[in-house]
């Protein structure tokens, strides 16, 4: 049974379309922990479109559980990483022009960059994950580069329309996620999982923690954002 880490950077997205106050990120941070989530997870992007710096500071103090700090290897973002002290830095690739996090980081191409950040995070005594693709090389190397956690990216299994092809894309996530245990990483998952998708990814064996955001933002403007996160607890923990 997975852990369910929420991403709650689209609370910061809805309040900077306004340039307001509200909906304040920390309150809804503590809403996720009320109804049973094990981590917050925020991404200080380098574009600042939905976290502030001052938001990552006032979750360090509140968050009570455990604070995933999503984050690129920007020289900037690193210095910030480290005085904050996140509980965990998860290392994901970032592009300005994107809608999300498109795709993994490329370990293989960046890797004595990645090894170099990674090594100073974890002298901080901060937990380091890399948000890869499902591919043999990139965990390996991941290993390589001294890291013992990744998180798995599911994009490619929740996009995937076809059964056939969906199945082809879970049966991956399922081999990846025990070679990763094998070479001795602990392995978490995420992007792109929905209410209705997540199950079958929560039952792999061996995958330590979920990360969802979008799914779980999107049904609380319905629902409320304690109840949205609570539906989603309840579907992760009975998979
Ligand atoms: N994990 C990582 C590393 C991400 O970058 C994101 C998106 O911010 C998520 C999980 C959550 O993805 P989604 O919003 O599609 O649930």
């Known amino acids: 049974m997975p852990k369910l880490g929420v991403n709650i950077d689209?609370?910061?997205?809805l309040?900077?379309?306004?340039?307001?106050?509200?909906?304040?990120?920390?309150?809804?941070?503590?809403?996720?922990?009320?109804?049973?989530?094990?981590?917050?997870v925020a991404h200080l992007r380098e574009d600042r479109r939905h976290i502030q710096e001052k938001d990552i500071?006032?979750?360090?103090?509140?968050?009570g559980t455990r604070l995933n700090l999503e984050m690129s290897l920007d020289e900037r973002i690193v210095a910030i990483a480290l005085s904050l002290r996140p509980d965990q830095a998860t290392i994901v690739p970032e592009r300005r022009s994107e809608i999300t996090t498109e795709g993994g980081l490329d370990v293989l191409r960046h890797f004595r960059r990645i090894r170099r950040v990674a090594d100073v995070l974890?002298?901080?005594?901060?937990?380091?994950?890399?948000?890869?693709?499902?591919?043999?090389?990139q965990i390996s190397k991941t290993k390589d580069a001294g890291v013992d956690m990744v998180e798995l990216h599911?994009?490619?299994?929740?996009?995937?329309?076809?059964?056939?092809?969906?199945?082809?894309?879970?049966?991956?996530l399922k081999q990846m996620t025990a070679f990763a245990r094998r070479i001795g990483l602990t392995v978490n998952a995420g992007h792109g999982l929905k209410y209705h998708n997540v199950r079958p990814v929560a039952r792999i064996p061996g995958i330590e923690e979920l990360n969802i955001g979008h799914?779980?933002?999107?049904?609380?403007?319905f629902v409320g954002l304690e109840q949205a996160v609570r539906?989603?607890?309840?579907?992760?923990?009975?998979?």
């Not at 901080?124 to 090389?137: E, K, N, R, T, Y």
């Open 215 to 221: 799914a779980i933002i999107s049904r609380a403007v």
């Open 15 to 40: 309040r900077q379309a306004r340039g307001e106050r509200e909906p304040n990120p920390i309150e809804a941070a503590r809403v996720c922990e009320r109804a049973g989530v094990d981590s917050i």
């Open 154 to 172: 599911t994009g490619s299994y929740a996009l995937a329309t076809a059964a056939s092809r969906k199945r082809q894309e879970l049966n991956t």
């Open 231 to 239: 539906e989603m607890v309840r579907i992760v923990q009975w998979s």
């Open 57 to 63: 500071h006032l979750l360090r103090k509140a968050v």
């Open 10 to 13: 689209h609370v910061a997205t």
């Open 122 to 137: 974890k002298r901080s005594g901060i937990l380091v994950s890399l948000f890869v693709d499902p591919l043999p090389a």
